[in-house]
Protein backbone atom coordinates (compact mmCIF):
# COMPACT_ATOMS: atom_id res chain seq x y z
CA UNK A 1 0.00 0.00 0.00
CA UNK A 2 2.77 2.40 0.68
CA UNK A 3 4.57 1.75 -2.66
CA UNK A 4 1.52 2.38 -4.62
CA UNK A 5 1.17 5.09 -3.02
CA UNK A 6 4.31 6.40 -3.74
CA UNK A 7 4.49 5.91 -7.38
CA UNK A 8 1.22 7.12 -8.02
CA UNK A 9 2.48 10.52 -5.96
CA UNK A 10 5.32 10.00 -9.11
CA UNK A 11 2.88 9.69 -12.09
CA UNK A 12 0.87 12.58 -10.51
CA UNK A 13 3.95 14.56 -10.72
CA UNK A 14 4.94 14.02 -14.00
CA UNK A 15 1.41 14.86 -15.58
CA UNK A 16 1.60 17.82 -14.14
CA UNK A 17 5.00 18.71 -15.66
CA UNK A 18 4.24 17.63 -18.57
CA UNK A 19 1.29 19.81 -18.65
CA UNK A 20 3.38 22.61 -17.54
CA UNK A 21 5.64 22.44 -20.40
CA UNK A 22 3.77 21.46 -23.27
CA UNK A 23 0.09 22.63 -22.66
CA UNK A 24 -2.88 20.52 -22.61
CA UNK A 25 -2.83 19.92 -26.39
CA UNK A 26 0.42 18.56 -26.10
CA UNK A 27 1.45 20.13 -29.88
CA UNK A 28 3.88 22.38 -31.36
CA UNK A 29 3.26 25.85 -31.98
CA UNK A 30 6.45 25.47 -35.52
CA UNK A 31 4.98 23.21 -37.13
CA UNK A 32 5.59 19.09 -37.39
CA UNK A 33 9.29 19.87 -38.62
CA UNK A 34 9.96 22.31 -37.18
CA UNK A 35 8.02 20.53 -33.75
CA UNK A 36 11.39 19.67 -31.92
CA UNK A 37 9.61 16.17 -32.09
CA UNK A 38 12.82 14.61 -31.58
CA UNK A 39 14.15 17.03 -28.76
CA UNK A 40 10.67 16.12 -27.36
CA UNK A 41 11.15 12.69 -27.20
CA UNK A 42 14.60 12.79 -26.00
CA UNK A 43 13.86 15.32 -23.38
CA UNK A 44 11.05 12.76 -22.46
CA UNK A 45 13.17 10.22 -22.44
CA UNK A 46 15.99 11.83 -20.53
CA UNK A 47 12.83 13.00 -18.39
CA UNK A 48 11.66 9.86 -17.91
CA UNK A 49 15.21 8.20 -16.94
CA UNK A 50 15.60 11.38 -14.46
CA UNK A 51 11.93 10.52 -13.14
CA UNK A 52 12.83 6.61 -13.33
CA UNK A 53 15.98 7.72 -11.20
CA UNK A 54 14.12 9.94 -8.85
CA UNK A 55 12.06 7.20 -8.43
CA UNK A 56 14.49 4.54 -7.57
CA UNK A 57 16.66 7.14 -5.78
CA UNK A 58 13.19 7.59 -4.48
CA UNK A 59 12.62 4.65 -3.85
CA UNK A 60 16.14 3.78 -2.28
CA UNK A 61 15.60 6.83 0.14
CA UNK A 62 12.18 6.10 0.59
CA UNK A 63 12.67 2.18 1.36
CA UNK A 64 14.59 2.70 4.63
CA UNK A 65 12.04 5.94 4.93
CA UNK A 66 9.03 3.40 4.28
CA UNK A 67 10.72 0.64 6.66
CA UNK A 68 11.42 3.19 9.51
CA UNK A 69 7.88 4.54 8.64
CA UNK A 70 6.56 1.27 8.81
CA UNK A 71 8.04 0.78 12.48
CA UNK A 72 6.86 3.74 13.22
CA UNK A 73 3.36 3.38 12.08
CA UNK A 74 3.41 0.10 13.44
CA UNK A 75 4.53 1.63 16.38
CA UNK A 76 1.89 4.21 16.33
CA UNK A 77 -0.90 1.87 15.70
CA UNK A 78 0.62 -0.08 18.90
CA UNK A 79 0.04 2.97 20.30
CA UNK A 80 -2.83 3.66 18.20
CA UNK A 81 -4.58 0.65 19.28
CA UNK A 82 -3.40 1.34 23.05
CA UNK A 83 -4.28 4.63 23.26
CA UNK A 84 -7.84 3.22 21.85
CA UNK A 85 -8.11 0.55 24.46
CA UNK A 86 -6.87 3.30 26.50
CA UNK A 87 -9.31 6.01 25.51
CA UNK A 88 -12.04 3.20 25.64
CA UNK A 89 -11.19 2.65 29.20
CA UNK A 90 -10.79 5.89 29.98
CA UNK A 91 -14.82 6.57 28.24
CA UNK A 92 -15.82 3.63 30.28
CA UNK A 93 -14.20 5.11 33.69
CA UNK A 94 -15.67 8.84 32.41
CA UNK A 95 -18.93 6.79 31.98
CA UNK A 96 -19.00 4.66 35.82
CA UNK A 97 -17.89 8.43 36.92
CA UNK A 98 -19.91 10.07 35.07
CA UNK A 99 -22.61 7.46 36.45
CA UNK A 100 -21.13 7.82 40.03
CA UNK A 101 -20.98 11.32 39.70
CA UNK A 102 -24.45 11.21 38.72
CA UNK A 103 -25.93 8.67 41.77
CA UNK A 104 -23.09 10.93 44.31
CA UNK A 105 -25.19 14.53 42.78
CA UNK A 106 -28.49 13.03 43.19
CA UNK A 107 -27.29 12.10 46.94
CA UNK A 108 -25.37 14.86 47.79
CA UNK A 109 -28.66 16.46 46.26
CA UNK A 110 -30.96 14.58 47.94
CA UNK A 111 -28.79 14.93 51.46
CA UNK A 112 -28.71 18.97 50.49
CA UNK A 113 -32.43 18.35 49.57
CA UNK A 114 -32.81 17.12 53.18
CA UNK A 115 -30.64 19.17 54.84
CA UNK A 116 -32.21 22.32 53.24
CA UNK A 117 -35.59 21.01 54.66
CA UNK A 118 -34.17 20.69 58.08
CA UNK A 119 -32.68 23.91 58.29
CA UNK A 120 -35.97 24.82 56.69
CA UNK A 121 -37.34 23.73 59.82
CA UNK A 122 -34.85 24.38 62.19
CA UNK A 123 -35.06 27.96 60.90
CA UNK A 124 -38.84 27.87 61.08
CA UNK A 125 -38.55 26.63 64.72
CA UNK A 126 -35.95 28.96 65.75
CA UNK A 127 -38.25 32.05 64.15
CA UNK A 128 -41.41 30.25 65.86
CA UNK A 129 -39.29 30.41 68.96
CA UNK A 130 -38.05 34.07 68.44
CA UNK A 131 -41.53 35.06 68.16
CA UNK A 132 -42.61 33.30 71.26
CA UNK A 133 -39.61 34.53 73.08
CA UNK A 134 -40.57 37.54 71.59
CA UNK A 135 -43.96 37.47 72.78
CA UNK A 136 -42.59 36.10 76.47
CA UNK A 137 -40.21 39.22 76.59
CA UNK A 138 -43.05 41.13 75.86
CA UNK A 139 -45.45 39.88 78.39
CA UNK A 140 -42.63 39.52 81.27
CA UNK A 141 -41.78 42.92 80.40
CA UNK A 142 -45.30 43.46 81.08
CA UNK A 143 -45.35 41.37 84.21
CA UNK A 144 -42.55 43.21 85.23
CA UNK A 145 -43.66 46.54 85.34
CA UNK A 146 -46.67 45.14 86.93
CA UNK A 147 -45.21 43.50 89.79
CA UNK A 148 -43.00 46.67 90.10
CA UNK A 149 -46.47 48.69 90.23
CA UNK A 150 -47.34 45.83 92.65
CA UNK A 151 -44.19 46.19 94.66
CA UNK A 152 -44.94 49.98 94.96
CA UNK A 153 -48.56 48.92 96.20
CA UNK A 154 -47.56 46.68 98.77
CA UNK A 155 -44.51 48.85 100.43
CA UNK A 156 -47.43 51.14 100.80
CA UNK A 157 -49.34 48.52 101.62
CA UNK A 158 -47.00 47.42 104.15
CA UNK A 159 -46.33 50.72 105.60
CA UNK A 160 -50.24 51.26 106.20
CA UNK A 161 -50.33 47.70 107.94
CA UNK A 162 -47.69 48.72 110.20
CA UNK A 163 -48.92 51.90 111.12
CA UNK A 164 -51.95 49.87 111.95
CA UNK A 165 -50.55 47.09 113.36
CA UNK A 166 -48.90 50.21 115.91
CA UNK A 167 -52.75 50.78 116.10
CA UNK A 168 -53.20 47.18 116.74
CA UNK A 169 -50.39 46.46 119.22
CA UNK A 170 -51.68 49.68 121.33
CA UNK A 171 -55.57 48.02 121.36
CA UNK A 172 -53.81 45.10 121.86
CA UNK A 173 -52.31 46.21 125.26
CA UNK A 174 -55.58 48.07 126.37
CA UNK A 175 -57.51 44.55 125.59
CA UNK A 176 -55.41 42.58 127.82
CA UNK A 177 -55.53 45.44 130.56
CA UNK A 178 -59.62 44.88 129.74
CA UNK A 179 -59.37 40.89 129.97
CA UNK A 180 -56.84 41.04 133.37
CA UNK A 181 -60.13 43.24 134.67
CA UNK A 182 -62.61 40.55 133.08
CA UNK A 183 -60.11 38.01 134.43
CA UNK A 184 -60.80 39.16 138.34
CA UNK A 185 -64.56 39.50 137.71
CA UNK A 186 -64.53 36.24 135.95
CA UNK A 187 -62.36 34.70 138.89
CA UNK A 188 -64.87 36.69 141.26
CA UNK A 189 -68.09 35.61 139.95
CA UNK A 190 -66.47 31.99 139.79
CA UNK A 191 -65.72 32.31 143.17
CA UNK A 192 -69.31 33.40 143.96
CA UNK A 193 -70.49 30.82 141.55
CA UNK A 194 -68.51 27.95 143.46
CA UNK A 195 -69.52 29.38 146.69
CA UNK A 196 -73.39 29.12 145.64
CA UNK A 197 -72.52 25.65 144.41
CA UNK A 198 -71.11 24.77 147.94
CA UNK A 199 -73.90 26.36 149.77
CA UNK A 200 -76.08 24.62 147.49
CA UNK A 201 -74.30 21.37 148.21
CA UNK A 202 -74.45 22.03 151.73
CA UNK A 203 -77.79 22.96 152.16
CA UNK A 204 -78.65 19.60 150.15
CA UNK A 205 -76.43 18.07 152.34
CA UNK A 206 -77.80 19.58 155.47
CA UNK A 207 -81.74 18.81 154.16
CA UNK A 208 -80.27 14.96 153.75
CA UNK A 209 -78.98 14.85 157.05
CA UNK A 210 -82.31 16.03 158.54
CA UNK A 211 -84.44 13.65 156.21
CA UNK A 212 -82.25 10.90 157.84
CA UNK A 213 -82.55 11.97 160.77
CA UNK A 214 -86.10 12.11 160.62
CA UNK A 215 -86.70 8.68 159.36
CA UNK A 216 -84.38 7.67 162.13
CA UNK A 217 -86.29 9.40 164.41
CA UNK A 218 -89.73 8.48 162.61
CA UNK A 219 -88.89 4.62 162.83
CA UNK A 220 -87.24 4.38 166.35
CA UNK A 221 -90.75 6.56 167.14
CA UNK A 222 -92.78 3.48 165.81
CA UNK A 223 -90.55 0.77 167.27
CA UNK A 224 -91.18 2.69 170.52
CA UNK A 225 -94.97 3.00 170.45
CA UNK A 226 -94.99 -0.66 169.34
CA UNK A 227 -92.31 -1.84 172.33
CA UNK A 228 -94.44 1.38 174.85
CA UNK A 229 -97.79 -0.74 173.78
CA UNK A 230 -95.94 -4.19 174.32
CA UNK A 231 -94.66 -2.92 177.55
CA UNK A 232 -98.19 -3.17 178.80
CA UNK A 233 -99.22 -6.71 179.10
CA UNK A 234 -95.18 -7.59 179.71
CA UNK A 235 -93.42 -8.80 182.35
CA UNK A 236 -90.32 -7.55 184.38
CA UNK A 237 -87.93 -9.17 182.48
CA UNK A 238 -88.88 -7.68 178.79
CA UNK A 239 -88.65 -4.29 180.78
CA UNK A 240 -85.72 -4.92 181.65
CA UNK A 241 -84.45 -6.46 177.85
CA UNK A 242 -86.21 -2.75 176.55
CA UNK A 243 -84.15 -0.53 179.23
CA UNK A 244 -81.15 -2.30 177.78
CA UNK A 245 -82.07 -1.11 174.27
CA UNK A 246 -82.83 2.29 174.76
CA UNK A 247 -79.28 1.92 176.23
CA UNK A 248 -77.79 0.62 173.80
CA UNK A 249 -79.93 2.94 170.85
CA UNK A 250 -78.63 5.93 172.52
CA UNK A 251 -74.72 5.06 172.45
CA UNK A 252 -75.46 4.13 168.59
CA UNK A 253 -77.28 7.78 168.53
CA UNK A 254 -74.51 9.83 169.80
CA UNK A 255 -71.82 7.67 167.87
CA UNK A 256 -73.96 8.06 164.39
CA UNK A 257 -73.98 12.06 165.92
CA UNK A 258 -70.16 11.65 165.93
CA UNK A 259 -69.58 10.01 162.61
CA UNK A 260 -71.94 12.15 160.79
CA UNK A 261 -70.05 15.22 161.84
CA UNK A 262 -66.79 13.68 161.13
CA UNK A 263 -68.28 13.16 157.69
CA UNK A 264 -69.61 16.84 156.77
CA UNK A 265 -66.37 17.80 157.85
CA UNK A 266 -64.41 15.65 155.48
CA UNK A 267 -66.89 16.89 152.81
CA UNK A 268 -66.43 20.03 153.44
CA UNK A 269 -62.51 19.82 153.52
CA UNK A 270 -62.73 18.05 150.09
CA UNK A 271 -64.90 21.21 148.92
CA UNK A 272 -61.81 23.32 149.46
CA UNK A 273 -64.22 24.95 152.45
CA UNK A 274 -61.92 24.87 155.79
CA UNK A 275 -62.96 27.55 157.09
CA UNK A 276 -66.45 26.23 157.22
CA UNK A 277 -65.16 22.80 158.31
CA UNK A 278 -63.30 24.41 161.26
CA UNK A 279 -66.84 26.46 161.98
CA UNK A 280 -68.96 23.53 161.56
CA UNK A 281 -66.28 21.89 164.02
CA UNK A 282 -66.89 24.26 166.23
CA UNK A 283 -70.98 24.93 166.38
CA UNK A 284 -71.11 21.29 166.67
CA UNK A 285 -68.81 21.28 169.63
CA UNK A 286 -70.83 24.25 171.48
CA UNK A 287 -74.58 22.94 169.98
CA UNK A 288 -73.40 19.33 171.56
CA UNK A 289 -72.23 20.94 174.71
CA UNK A 290 -75.11 23.01 175.53
CA UNK A 291 -77.94 22.38 174.09
CA UNK A 292 -80.02 25.63 175.69
CA UNK A 293 -77.31 28.36 174.35
CA UNK A 294 -77.77 31.80 175.04
CA UNK A 295 -79.19 33.94 171.97
CA UNK A 296 -75.87 36.32 172.26
CA UNK A 297 -74.24 32.96 170.99
CA UNK A 298 -77.08 32.08 168.28
CA UNK A 299 -76.18 36.54 166.68
CA UNK A 300 -72.57 35.45 167.06
CA UNK A 301 -72.96 32.14 164.78
CA UNK A 302 -75.30 34.07 162.45
CA UNK A 303 -72.73 36.31 161.34
CA UNK A 304 -70.60 33.56 159.90
CA UNK A 305 -71.03 31.73 156.87
CA UNK A 306 -71.87 28.60 158.43
CA UNK A 307 -74.88 29.98 160.07
CA UNK A 308 -77.51 28.58 157.84
CA UNK A 309 -75.90 25.11 158.79
CA UNK A 310 -75.94 25.90 162.33
CA UNK A 311 -79.50 26.92 162.15
CA UNK A 312 -79.92 23.42 161.09
CA UNK A 313 -77.24 21.39 163.57
CA UNK A 314 -79.27 23.06 166.28
CA UNK A 315 -82.41 21.45 165.67
CA UNK A 316 -80.68 18.10 164.94
CA UNK A 317 -79.34 18.09 168.80
CA UNK A 318 -82.95 19.22 169.92
CA UNK A 319 -84.19 16.84 168.13
CA UNK A 320 -82.14 14.39 170.05
CA UNK A 321 -82.48 15.83 173.37
CA UNK A 322 -86.14 15.25 173.02
CA UNK A 323 -85.46 11.78 171.89
CA UNK A 324 -83.69 11.09 175.30
CA UNK A 325 -86.83 12.59 176.65
CA UNK A 326 -88.87 10.72 175.34
CA UNK A 327 -86.85 7.57 175.41
CA UNK A 328 -87.05 8.38 179.66
CA UNK A 329 -90.53 8.87 179.56
CA UNK A 330 -90.98 5.41 177.67
CA UNK A 331 -88.69 3.68 180.22
CA UNK A 332 -91.00 5.51 182.90
CA UNK A 333 -93.71 3.65 181.23
CA UNK A 334 -92.74 0.38 182.98
CA UNK A 335 -93.67 1.50 186.52
CA UNK A 336 -96.16 3.96 185.72
CA UNK A 337 -100.11 3.22 185.92
CA UNK A 338 -102.96 3.61 182.64
CA UNK A 339 -103.15 7.01 183.69
CA UNK A 340 -100.00 8.34 182.72
CA UNK A 341 -99.65 6.16 179.71
CA UNK A 342 -102.36 8.15 177.94
CA UNK A 343 -100.91 11.02 177.70
CA UNK A 344 -97.88 10.09 176.77
CA UNK A 345 -99.23 7.54 173.89
CA UNK A 346 -101.19 11.29 172.47
CA UNK A 347 -97.95 12.94 172.98
CA UNK A 348 -96.16 10.31 170.73
CA UNK A 349 -98.92 10.31 168.59
CA UNK A 350 -99.20 13.71 167.52
CA UNK A 351 -95.24 13.94 167.58
CA UNK A 352 -95.13 11.30 164.61
CA UNK A 353 -97.66 12.85 162.75
CA UNK A 354 -95.61 16.18 162.94
CA UNK A 355 -92.25 13.90 162.13
CA UNK A 356 -94.26 12.69 158.62
CA UNK A 357 -95.09 16.07 157.59
CA UNK A 358 -91.36 17.63 158.20
CA UNK A 359 -90.61 14.19 156.41
CA UNK A 360 -92.71 14.62 153.32
CA UNK A 361 -91.80 18.60 153.24
CA UNK A 362 -88.22 17.36 153.05
CA UNK A 363 -88.25 14.98 150.92
CA UNK A 364 -90.10 17.87 148.04
CA UNK A 365 -87.17 20.26 148.93
CA UNK A 366 -84.03 17.80 148.50
CA UNK A 367 -85.61 16.52 145.04
CA UNK A 368 -86.38 20.53 144.19
CA UNK A 369 -82.69 21.49 145.41
CA UNK A 370 -80.97 17.79 143.55
CA UNK A 371 -83.16 18.96 140.09
CA UNK A 372 -81.86 22.73 140.39
CA UNK A 373 -78.18 21.53 140.56
CA UNK A 374 -79.23 19.61 137.27
CA UNK A 375 -78.49 16.43 138.75
CA UNK A 376 -81.32 13.93 137.57
CA UNK A 377 -80.73 10.71 137.82
CA UNK A 378 -80.14 11.38 141.43
CA UNK A 379 -83.61 13.10 142.11
CA UNK A 380 -85.06 10.85 140.39
CA UNK A 381 -82.87 7.68 142.20
CA UNK A 382 -84.07 9.84 145.54
CA UNK A 383 -87.43 9.47 144.36
CA UNK A 384 -87.15 5.82 144.14
CA UNK A 385 -85.86 5.51 147.45
CA UNK A 386 -88.47 7.37 148.91
CA UNK A 387 -91.39 4.69 146.62
CA UNK A 388 -88.86 2.03 148.64
CA UNK A 389 -89.13 3.65 152.13
CA UNK A 390 -92.96 3.56 152.01
CA UNK A 391 -93.11 -0.26 150.55
CA UNK A 392 -92.94 -2.99 153.50
CA UNK A 393 -89.67 -3.75 152.43
CA UNK A 394 -88.36 -0.42 152.56
CA UNK A 395 -89.12 0.11 156.57
CA UNK A 396 -87.98 -3.07 157.09
CA UNK A 397 -84.48 -2.02 155.25
CA UNK A 398 -84.74 1.67 157.29
CA UNK A 399 -85.11 -0.18 160.30
CA UNK A 400 -81.35 -0.78 160.23
CA UNK A 401 -78.68 1.44 162.61
CA UNK A 402 -77.40 4.95 162.16
CA UNK A 403 -74.41 3.91 160.31
CA UNK A 404 -76.03 3.27 157.60
CA UNK A 405 -77.74 6.59 157.17
CA UNK A 406 -73.78 7.26 157.21
CA UNK A 407 -73.08 5.38 154.54
CA UNK A 408 -75.72 6.59 152.44
CA UNK A 409 -74.58 9.93 153.22
CA UNK A 410 -71.30 9.23 152.47
CA UNK A 411 -72.41 8.04 148.78
CA UNK A 412 -74.41 10.65 147.60
CA UNK A 413 -71.22 13.39 148.54
Known sequence: ???????????????????????????????????????????????????????????????????????????????????????????????????????????????????????????????????????????????????????????????KLQSECGELRAQRAEAELQLVVVEDDRRREADRTKEELARRVSHCLRGYTHWEVAAQEKLTLRELELRAAGLVSGDSRSRRRVAKKLDSFLSRSRDAMATLETEVTAVLRRLGLRSRAEDWQGGSTESASGSGSSEEEKQSVAGTPTAALYEQVVPLLRYLDRKVELELRAAGLVSSDSRSRRPVAKKLDSFLSRSRDTMATLETKVTAVLRRLGLRSQAEDWSGRELVRDSPLGKRRSMGSAECSVAWFRASV
Open 1 to 159: MRTQGVMTIGRYEDERLRRKEFGSGGKSAFGPRCSPSGVNVFVRRLRRQRIKFRRTRTKVHTSKLLARLDGDLKDLREKHECLLGHLTLTRKMHKVVDRLKDEKLEEAAKEFAKEKAKLVDELDSEQTQNQILSEELVRQTRLLEQCQLARQADEELIR
